[in-house]
């Protein structure tokens, strides 16, 4: 095996091509689930890699609790500084793990903080007006039934200040972008980036790349809704001048006050409808 054992570790360095390839030639559907498994797979790839690493090199350490069996001498062999190599994956392992369960218990946190701050709206209301006059909008996903607590349906989260800065037909947009978020279940994607960046921060880059693929998806939902691609392009980029950003920036918003995937949205809006097939021809340049 020699080197080629660590080759989980760095293979992830392969995922930002990828990643501009698929968005270049297929629909952000396609784009966003691609993405989002090879993520998931590289990510449990360089976990795997990592608890092999930890058994083969430590296990017939003095004080080690695991067998000595789970060491195989050919397979320390064929490990280049296993002992050494071993010891680093522990620290490591142990890191991504934490990281993990951080980012778990704040994906947790921050949509019971957001539920609980609806609970004050008007029961039902959908979208949730919020009395803010910065202007903002943000998908909320809903959290199933648990003992002692009913369950919570997904609900679009809007301020009184975004509203009053769009018009009647760019708050339909608005509103069909964001329920694209919840029926296609983005956040779901964005968790499963976002944890597979925890565990090597070489796949830190897919989650920039599954946000804006997921974006471009409610927009191209949204746009199809709406019938009209260019109001739907003016409302992104209405919004975008005048967004101050959520207050949880976490969850999914229609037009986020960073300026840089906003010009890439609205061109694709202004362009023909993106093919829906799942794979572009074998020969595409």
């Known amino acids: 095996m020699g080197v080629f054992v660590f080759l989980p570790l760095v293979l992830p360095l392969t995922a930002l091509p990828i990643a501009r390839l698929a968005e270049q030639h297929l629909h952000p559907r396609v784009t966003t689930r691609l993405l989002t498994l090879l993520a998931a797979v590289l990510g449990l790839c360089s976990t795997l890699c990592l608890a092999l690493l930890m058994v083969v090199g430590t296990a017939q350490l003095p004080g ?5 069996g789970w060491s195989d001498p050919e397979v320390r062999a064929a490990v280049p500084y296993a002992e050494v190599a071993g010891a680093a994956a522990i620290p490591l392992l142990a890191a991504a793990l934490t990281v993990c369960g951080a980012a778990l218990r704040r994906h947790r946190r921050i949509r019971a903080r957001t539920h609980r701050a609806l609970d004050g709206l008007p029961a039902g209301a959908d979208p949730a007006v919020l009395p803010d006059d910065d202007p903002y909008a943000y998908a909320v996903p809903g959290t199933p039934a648990r003992p002692g607590r009913p369950a919570r349906p997904g609900r679009i989260a809007v301020s009184r200040g975004m509203l009053r800065s769009l018009d009647g037909d760019e708050r339909h947009a608005l509103f069909a972008h964001e329920r694209a978020h ?10 499963a980036v976002r944890l597979a960046g925890c565990v090597n921060p070489l796949l830190l880059p897919l ?5 804006f693929a997921t974006e471009r998806w409610a927009d191209e939902e949204a746009a199809r809704v709406v019938g009209d691609r260019r ?10 001048l005048i967004a101050r950003g959520a207050p949880y920036p976490e969850l999914a918003q229609f037009a986020a006050p960073e300026p840089g995937p ?6 694709a809006l ?11 021809p074998a020969l595409t340049p």
């Open 64 to 68: 080690n609790p695991l067998p000595d």
């Open 182 to 191: 919840l029926n296609c279940r983005h956040h779901r994607y964005l968790l």
């Open 207 to 211: 989650r920039s790349a599954v946000t």
């Open 231 to 240: 109001l739907t392009a003016r409302a992104v980029g209405k919004a975008a």
């Open 262 to 267: 906003v010009p890439r949205r609205v061109a």
């Open 270 to 280: 202004l362009g023909p409808v993106p093919p829906a097939r799942h794979w572009p």
